[in-house]
Nanobody
Framework: QVQLVESGGGLVQVGDSLTLSCATS????????MGWFRQAPGKEREFVAA???????VYADSVKGRFTVSRGSAKNTDYLRMNSLRPEDTAVYYC????????????????WGQGTLVTVSS
């Protein structure tokens, strides 16, 4: 059974950095793409960033230049490095995986984590 577990969320100050992790299990993820999404209170879930199975990356305009996605050498953990955090980055962050995909469309992702809360305080 494929499982994704996010970790690394927390309360930070404006301008701080934070790295989220998405640990995968139950499958071979070397050919998976991983997307990151977030949902702020009272808002719809939105795309943040993605790392395709071939290594291509894509970012939302709102995080471009501040956030970076990467994959661990063992290929069973993905990371979302977030720099220069802003109050508007406050949200529950989710990772999602799907074979041979790494785009921004949430409907294309099969597996989802439970989410981790990031709060950026001013």
């Amino acid at each position: 059974q494929v499982q994704l577990v996010e970790s690394g969320g927390g309360l930070v100050q404006v301008g701080d950095s934070l790295t989220l992790s998405c640990a995968t299990s139950g499958g071979s993820f070397s050919s998976y793409g991983m997307g990151w999404f977030r949902q702020a209170p009272g808002k719809e879930r939105e795309f943040v960033a993605a790392l395709s199975w071939s290594g291509d990356t894509v970012y939302a305009d709102s995080v471009k230049g501040r956030f970076t996605v990467s994959r661990g050498s063992a290929k069973n953990t993905d990371y979302l490095r977030m720099n220069s955090l802003r109050p508007e980055d406050t949200a529950v962050y989710y990772c999602a995986a799907h074979p041979h995909y790494g785009g921004s469309d949430p409907t294309q992702y099969t597996y989802w984590g439970q989410g981790t809360l990031v709060t950026v305080s001013s």
